[in-house]
């Protein structure tokens, strides 16, 4: 038996959503990276 | 000796917090959380909680973090008294619980993550093969009941472990860690789901099929409601406990950023990071193996005291039968997951204490980690031998649980109102990399703490099998398990009320000695930072570091 319509739909929205924002965001912090400390570091 | 530690890179910091937010949590609390509050139905309110509660409380957090590192302050009680007027000099001593939880958690904790390491040995040595469901239920019982030579070395080990890793500094110790630990953690969860999504009926002993247990999962359980208030109370403190929010470890971390450092998208990044983990990774793992195995009945009564039972009780036998090397490296990456999820933040939970000796008392890194493992050793001790007298779910509930709700709650107050939400605002925004929502200024102002209220009065007040419909219809009787009743420990009185064996009885005023004792520990390890932070702050004023 393989699984209903309505728990499908909830599982692969719910997945795709919480994976697609968990992505998106750490690929921005891929793309932006700092260096977080340094000796020059004026505050 | 000043506190100079600082992060390596921006990928360790994000992968160090996000390390600290996966725990325990992510794959035991959270689908037994999911499947008793209406399956299909508590995700909503889980998510909108994690928008309304979770991603504030990590901006707020982040940026009051950074912002306690512009004044070289790297624990709560400092940071808290900067962000509020000089008069109001009891911040400082709210701060207390960003020291004192940590250091309270840790302590048991540690005997917790123990745990996962012995079962790891255990799996790859092959100690539960042949051994039937009830000798590997057994097996945990003894193991955490009876602790012998075994169970406390293990604990020992991982306390010197955390020590020692502390000891190497952030960048050294706690940053390198989570960057071997964090893709690990996440390959061994997409194994172990890939093996829980394709469980088949009939194949390897089981008698039903993943899908069984997913739709358990994800279809809204005949009756719920998304408009339960006991759903909602269920999720908001979920999202709360999982993302290790009111612990004061977020504050430590992200004060060791430079001020131009961005904690928006950080915050966003390790957050949503966490939810994958939960979601994505925990959903997946116990509650469709379980269900495989012993059907939905069985797994509706045995989450009942949470997903503990499943976790250690359960997997170690259900991984049996898909055959002895299967055996081994699912048990080795069911276990050895659990561990690098508990270390990961346990390691969290160090560096507040660590800071606050580093800071106020000039002691050295290496000097405060093992000062750090000493407070740990002695804390933690009691949750070892007096286990099965509640000592272990004592600390659990008071600083695990209370103290967070507590903590959190007072900071929001202060940042949003105290500090104001313009100034606070402009900490969030600073430096941004990303473009935070204006509606989140509304959202940390009214909405967050609103929901931190909710969390606690319902704590305070839970209803008798958390039907909080009751509370509207007038019907309401306390729960033994609400803050009230647990004071006045009434599930205990009513045990030994109704207990007519001499034995049990014993075993019963015995409990409630060490309940007792407990607290009279938790309280006295309270009063006993509120003295240091004391202490710090006279020695600031004489130093002339107090302005």
């Given at each position: ?43 | ?50 928008l309304?509660?979770?991603i504030p409380?990590?901006f ?204 928006a998208?950080?915050?966003m ?159 969030i925004t600073?430096?941004?990399?990303i473009k935070v929502p204006n509606i989140f200024k509304f959202i ?104």
């Amino acid at each position: 038996m393989g699984m209903n319509t309505q728990a499908l739909i909830t599982m692969i929205i719910t997945n795709l959503v919480v994976a697609g924002f968990t992505a998106f965001f750490f690929w921005k912090v891929l793309k932006t990276p700092h260096v977080l400390h340094s000796e020059d570091d004026a505050e | 000796m000043s506190n100079r530690e600082s992060w390596g890179s921006r990928v360790g910091l994000v992968l160090a917090m996000a390390g600290n937010a996966v725990g325990l949590g992510n794959f035991l609390r959270f689908p037994v959380q999911a499947v008793q509050n209406g399956g299909g139905t508590f995700i909503i309110p889980y998510l909108t909680c994690f928008l309304l509660m979770g991603i504030p409380l990590l901006f707020v957090e982040w940026s009051m973090g950074r912002f306690g590192g512009k004044f070289g302050d790297h624990s709560t009680p400092f940071i808290l008294s900067n962000m509020a007027p000089k008069k109001q000099f009891l911040w400082k001593y709210v701060g207390v619980f960003g020291i004192f939880t940590n250091l309270a958690v840790a302590a048991y904790y540690c005997y917790l993550e123990s745990w996962t390491l012995s079962y790891t040995w255990h799996s790859v040595a092959g100690s539960f093969q042949g051994q039937s469901a009830e000798g590997i239920a057994n097996f945990f019982n003894s193991y955490v009941m009876n602790p012998g030579w075994e169970a406390f070395s293990f604990w020992l080990f991982c306390l010197i472990l955390n020590t020692y890793i502390l000891s190497r500094g952030l960048s050294g110790g706690v940053e390198k860690v989570a960057k071997i630990v964090m893709p690990l953690l996440i390959l061994f969860g997409i194994f172990l789901a890939y093996k829980g999504l394709t469980v088949e009926a009939g194949v390897d002993g089981a008698k039903y099929s993943s899908s069984e247990g997913l739709n358990f999962l994800w279809s809204p359980t005949p009756g719920s409601s998304i408009w339960d208030p006991k759903v909602w109370v269920a999720a908001a403190g979920q999202i709360f406990f999982t993302l290790s929010v009111g612990m004061g470890s977020i504050h430590c971390y992200a004060s060791y950023m430079r001020q131009r450092d961005d904690v928006a998208l950080n915050a966003m990044s390790a957050g949503w990071m966490n939810e994958f983990v939960e979601v994505c990774l925990g959903a997946a793992i116990v509650i469709p193996i379980s269900v495989g195995y012993f059907g939905i009945d069985w797994v509706i009564e045995n989450t009942k005291t949470g997903g503990l039972g499943l976790g250690f009780r359960t997997l170690p036998y259900l991984f049996q039968q898909w055959g002895p090397v299967l055996a081994v490296i699912s048990g080795l990456f069911w276990f050895g997951l659990l561990f690098f999820a508990g270390i990961t933040s346990s390691l969290a939970m160090g560096t507040p204490c660590m800071g606050f000796l580093q800071d106020e008392f000039k002691m050295s890194r290496q000097k405060s980690a093992w000062t750090f493992g000493a407070a740990i050793f002695i804390l933690g001790l009691p949750t070892v031998l007096f286990f099965k007298y509640g000592v272990f779910d004592e600390y659990d509930y008071w600083a695990g649980t209370i103290s967070l709700v507590v903590f959190a709650l007072l900071e929001i107050i202060l940042f949003a109102w105290v500090f104001g939400m313009d100034k606070g605002w402009k900490e969030i925004t600073s430096n941004a990399d990303i473009k935070v929502p204006n509606i989140f200024k509304f959202i940390i102002k009214w909405v967050t703490p609103s929901l931190l209220l909710f969390v606690f009065v319902g704590a305070f007040f839970k209803p008798v099998n958390n039907d909080w419909n009751a509370v509207f219809q007038g019907t309401w009787v306390l729960d033994d398990g609400s803050v009230i009743n647990t004071i006045l420990n009434s599930g205990l009185h009513k045990k030994i009320a109704a207990t007519t064996d001499t034995a049990q009885l014993e075993e019963l005023n015995k409990q409630l000695t060490f309940v007792n004792w407990s607290r009279l520990l938790l309280v006295a390890t309270f009063a006993g930072i509120a003295a240091l932070v004391y202490v710090a702050y006279r020695k600031r004023v004489k130093e002339g570091r107090w302005v």
